[in-house]
């Protein structure tokens, strides 16, 4: 088998060797639990999850290790607790609950372990330890910072020198620090703390930083050294540079991650999500506006994980057009579809670089060709190929049967069948009739210039 990534440490797309062919290991930041996931969240969660899917049909599900770790004490979750005014416990599992439901709506497979920052504690404060007893970390009142002026390959993942990073960077600003660019490690609780977020340690009453919970959690399951570390674009500067610094000055000897591998940005009709733009939403909105788990899923495989994703209304009415094509085929042989292998042209495509798009196109040409085909045997074949290829990319996993009635209610688009030809025949009468029947019903038609028209419940 040949695997290749794009190494965000090297720049380059590299054939991919994992330490053991035994054990191949991966590392993906989770979520930090303070506000349920939004969209843009999701998606670095679904391109993980189709990389996931991707190493167990080459190597065998028994042979892979993925942990997603739950970053469970920060500021935010402190302050979203107290606007709350509920304990940091009670935020925490009831967005973990959440955040759990939202992936399996998305057909989101459940890693192999799933630690919490807060569980992590003693391994946090070993870690620290280490780096203070190496000369790589220094207490000042109360706080405990790694010196980056200790680790001479600081900023090599995000491929800039030093002082260009902390340009272009938000910078934590203390007096306690020796250099700017330094960052924390352990930092003192404060008074309106809520006590369940603090922890002792040899420097007092505290909670770790960020970068450290991660480094802690990956090298506890994973070892010192591990295959694959996965996250947002946005986390290459200072999470993962930190993480690098500080897992590598730990542990001499360690390279830390070998592959490094990042997915792009998404935006909300051109403009980067915001809740004062009135673009920001989560999984459970769209949800609540009856769009299936599979299409959201399809939208976020639709781009290249390394490109940025435009979210549109349109992307989403093409997603749903696609799976229906893909469910129609497969509702023709639902019962009678033989397990096949991989199509071996689909399983190049997400073996280079997970080029996920390519795979779907591949998808949309053995629907072509299934349509085109009149030999049932071979129609049998195509339908098969097209509901393995879509099991691999978390797709077509419900019975047809289900997918129309939970993604399209049969007698709505019963209904838009008989106005389309009242339309075609200009029985307009006809056509405004049915347009009023299902307004009755809180449904808004929005016909397209393809000819198409999708609904929606108000």
Same mark, same amino acid.
């Given at each position: 088998?040949n695997i290749k990534f794009f190494n965000s440490i090297s720049k380059e797309i590299e054939n991919f060797k994992p330490l053991s062919n035994e054990c191949i290991t991966m590392y993906v930041c989770g979520p930090t639990v303070y506000e349920r996931p939004h969209i843009g969240n999701a998606r670095s969660t679904v391109v993980y999850d189709v990389l996931y899917r991707i190493l167990i049909e080459n190597f065998g599900k028994e042979k892979i290790?993925?942990?997603?770790?739950?970053?469970?004490?920060?500021?935010?979750?402190?302050?979203?607790?107290?606007?709350?005014?509920?304990?940091?416990?009670?935020?925490?599992?009831?967005?973990?609950?959440?955040?759990?439901?939202?992936?399996?709506?998305?057909?989101?497979?459940?890693?192999?372990?799933?630690?919490?920052?807060?569980?992590?504690?003693?391994?946090?404060?070993?870690?620290?330890?280490?780096?203070?007893?190496?000369?790589?970390?220094?207490?000042?009142?109360?706080?405990?910072?790694?010196?980056?002026?200790?680790?001479a390959d600081y900023g090599k993942l995000a491929r800039k020198n030093l002082e260009d990073l902390v340009a272009g960077s938000r910078i934590d600003v203390s007096d306690n620090k020796k250099s700017p660019e330094d960052f924390v490690l352990w930092k003192p609780s404060k008074k309106d703390d809520d006590p369940s977020s603090t922890f002792a340690s040899p420097w007092g009453e505290g909670r770790p930083g960020w970068h450290i919970e991660c480094?802690?959690?990956?090298?506890?399951?994973?070892?010192?050294?591990?295959?694959?570390?996965?996250?947002?674009?946005?986390?290459?500067?200072?999470?993962?540079?930190?993480?690098?610094?500080?897992?590598?000055?730990?542990?001499?000897?360690?390279?830390?991650?070998?592959?490094?591998?990042?997915?792009?940005?998404?935006?909300?009709?051109?403009?980067?999500?915001? =809740? *004062? /733009?009135?673009? %920001?939403?989560? !999984?459970?909105?769209?949800? @609540?506006? +009856? $769009?299936?788990?599979?299409?959201?899923?399809?939208?976020?495989?639709?781009?290249?994980?390394?490109?940025?994703?435009?979210?549109?209304?349109?992307?989403?009415?093409?997603?749903? =057009? *696609? /799976?229906?094509? %893909?469910?129609? !085929?497969?509702?023709?042989? @639902?019962? +009678? $579809?033989?397990?096949?292998?991989?199509?071996?042209?689909?399983?190049?495509?997400?073996?280079?670089?997970?080029?996920?798009?390519?795979?779907?196109?591949?998808?949309?040409?053995?629907?072509?060709?299934?349509?085109?085909?009149?030999?049932?045997?071979?129609?049998?074949?195509?339908?098969?190929?097209?509901?393995?290829?879509?099991?691999?990319?978390?797709?077509?996993?419900?019975?047809?049967?289900?997918?129309?009635?939970?993604?399209?209610?049969?007698?709505?688009?019963?209904?838009?069948?008989?106005?389309?030809?009242?339309?075609?025949?200009?029985?307009?009468?006809?056509?405004?009739?049915?347009?009023?029947?299902?307004?009755?019903?809180?449904?808004?038609?929005?016909?397209?210039?393809?000819?198409?028209?999708?609904?929606?419940?108000?």
């Open positions: 088998m290790k993925y942990v997603r770790n739950i970053t469970d004490v920060d500021d935010k979750i402190n302050k979203a607790a107290t606007e709350q005014k509920i304990s940091i416990q009670n935020l925490t599992s009831k967005i973990i609950t959440s955040f759990n439901d939202d992936l399996r709506t998305l057909n989101c497979l459940e890693p192999n372990i799933e630690p919490k920052a807060t569980e992590h504690i003693p391994e946090i404060i070993t870690m620290i330890s280490k780096l203070m007893e190496n000369g790589n970390a220094y207490l000042v009142n109360e706080h405990v910072y790694f010196d980056v002026s200790s680790f480094s802690a959690m990956s090298t506890k399951y994973l070892g010192t050294n591990f295959d694959i570390h996965g996250g947002g674009v946005d986390l290459i500067f200072p999470h993962h540079t930190n993480e690098i610094a500080q897992s590598c000055s730990c542990y001499k000897g360690s390279s830390y991650a070998k592959y490094w591998i990042h997915n792009g940005f998404l935006t909300v009709d051109g403009e980067k999500m915001s =809740k *004062s /733009l009135g673009n %920001f939403f989560t !999984i459970k909105d769209l949800l @609540d506006k +009856n $769009i299936h788990g599979e299409t959201i899923r399809y939208v976020y495989l639709s781009t290249h994980y390394r490109k940025p994703l435009n979210w549109t209304e349109k992307g989403l009415i093409d997603a749903k =057009k *696609s /799976l229906d094509s %893909f469910y129609r !085929i497969i509702e023709k042989h @639902d019962a +009678n $579809i033989k397990e096949t292998e991989l199509d071996s042209e689909i399983k190049k495509s997400l073996n280079n670089d997970m080029n996920i798009p390519a795979a779907l196109s591949l998808m949309h040409e053995i629907a072509r060709e299934y349509n085109k085909n009149t030999n049932s045997i071979t129609k049998s074949e195509l339908a098969a190929k097209l509901l393995k290829a879509g099991q691999v990319l978390g797709l077509l996993t419900v019975s047809p049967t289900l997918w129309f009635q939970e993604g399209s209610d049969v007698k709505i688009d019963s209904l838009i069948e008989k106005r389309k030809k009242a339309k075609a025949d200009k029985n307009w009468v006809e056509a405004d009739k049915i347009r009023k029947l299902l307004q009755e019903q809180d449904i808004t038609l929005e016909d397209h210039p393809d000819g198409s028209t999708t609904w929606r419940k108000n």
